[in-house]
């Protein structure tokens, strides 16, 4: 039996949740670090991008799932989507398109909600 077959079953759900999602992870990490540039809610902001990413990324073709846009054939995607979606986000908190809230709310919610229309854009 050929080691490679053999060995299949083992290394490739390894590499599938590793470098098969590195797209994914590089879309969070450019999000996170441009929204912490430009002063904004950083990890809201990398699910902002993932987000993007994945509604970008197409997961059908005929039917049929393919998942293959998530790895490395996806990195141009996450990039595009990543930018895209944290310069519109900076764009409507600059032009004070978000949903405010009063002070005495905690921040991680305030946060939430200054996203929200945005993320609908």
């Known amino acids: 039996m050929d080691l490679s077959l053999a060995l299949r079953p083992i290394l490739l759900p390894t590499y599938q949740l ?4 590195v797209g994914l992870i ?10 912490k ?14 987000m993007a990413f994945l509604m970008l990324a197409g997961f059908y073709i005929d039917g049929q799932e393919d998942a293959r846009y998530l790895g490395g054939a996806g990195l141009f995607t ?8 944290i310069e ?8 004070g398109w978000y949903i405010k809230m009063p002070e005495d709310v905690p921040i991680l919610t305030i946060q939430s909600f200054k996203l929200i229309v945005p993320i609908f854009a």
Do not use: D, K, N
Request: proline content about 2%.
């Open 18 to 21: 590793t470098l098969g999602v």
């Open 37 to 50: 540039s430009y002063q904004l809610p950083e990890r809201l902001s990398g699910l902002t991008g993932c």
């Open 88 to 95: 519109v986000v900076r764009f409507f908190i600059r032009m």
């Open 26 to 35: 590089v879309s969070f990490g450019v999000s996170a670090s441009l929204a």
């Open 78 to 85: 996450a990039l595009i989507a990543s930018l895209y979606s």
